[in-house]
């Protein structure tokens, strides 16, 4: 009875184990059929249109290196935490973004209460998670610019042409577009993957000037200032700046004029909402 019973259990087993090999098979293959039907849809949308080889194959190429590369997950491959309260969300968004939104340069010296609050807004509403990899773009030259890139590990290749074409890298902690927070930007070259995966945050500039904005204060005051010298320093080279090197215009000594201008219009003015005031009657002008 109980060799019969071992017999029994070792065909059960067997046969659970013969049915997912069968199922896994099954599954890869029509995983390759969709594969091969879509680029067949490929190759005839590009012989009815009578499109050139040369960019096929730059499809090609770039659709082969696909699945090379594993990236980490992102929060929306996260399907459970949709379900989560907004409290941690925020908690989530603030572990996740905190230490990246630090890297910008401009922030003042001090920090209140309320400000900490405002950099747990901006974490939560206004940054997200970007990857690239090798292949793809971040983005291309005159596309408008909507979001800061603050590499956070990997690199990037930025092309761009100033008299010829000239290619710089970016890596961990370089802030990429700045000066799309403060004025309307284009993208003056490309920026893409090429050897690695390159993860970033975006900071999104719509967003994050409005929550500034609510905000008010002497945040907003600060920043208003600085955007205004930092725009006016980069026209005075805008042949030159481009989406990587507009640092050179001396980030630190603008951010060193923009408090003694601060401290200057408060005392001239009274009070801070004066000052507030005055500088919300010169930007509508």
Known sequence: FFAVWVILLAMGVFSSFISSITATVSKLQNSRVEQFQQRAKLLRFFVERNLSADLYGKIEDVLRQEGLFEVRIKEHDVKLVEGIPERLKMQLHEEMFMSILSLLPFW???????????????????????????????????????????????????????????????????????????????????????????????????????LIADSGGVVWQHLHIFGILLVGAIEDRSWM????????????ALCTRT????????????????????LKSYSSE
């Open 259 to 278: 408090v003694k201008f601060a401290n200057i219009l408060n005392e001239n003015h009274g009070t801070t909402s004066a000052s507030l005031a005055l």
């Open 108 to 210: 003042p010296k001090w920090v209140g209460e309320r400000d900490s609050l405002l950099h747990r807004l901006i974490c939560h509403q206004a940054m997200r998670e970007g990857t690239a990899v090798p292949g793809q773009d971040a983005f291309i030259a005159g596309a408008n610019a909507e979001e800061v890139y603050i590499i956070e590990s990997g690199s990037l290749n930025y092309v761009y042409l100033n008299n010829q074409r000239h290619e710089d890298t970016v890596s961990a902690e370089d802030i990429v577009s700045l000066p799309c927070i403060f004025a309307e930007w284009k993208h003056r070259g490309r920026l893409y993957a090429h050897h690695s995966a390159c993860y970033w945050v975006g900071l999104n500039a719509v967003r994050f000037c409005n």
């Open 241 to 252: 700046i481009n989406d990587i090197n507009w640092s050179m215009v001396g980030v630190d």
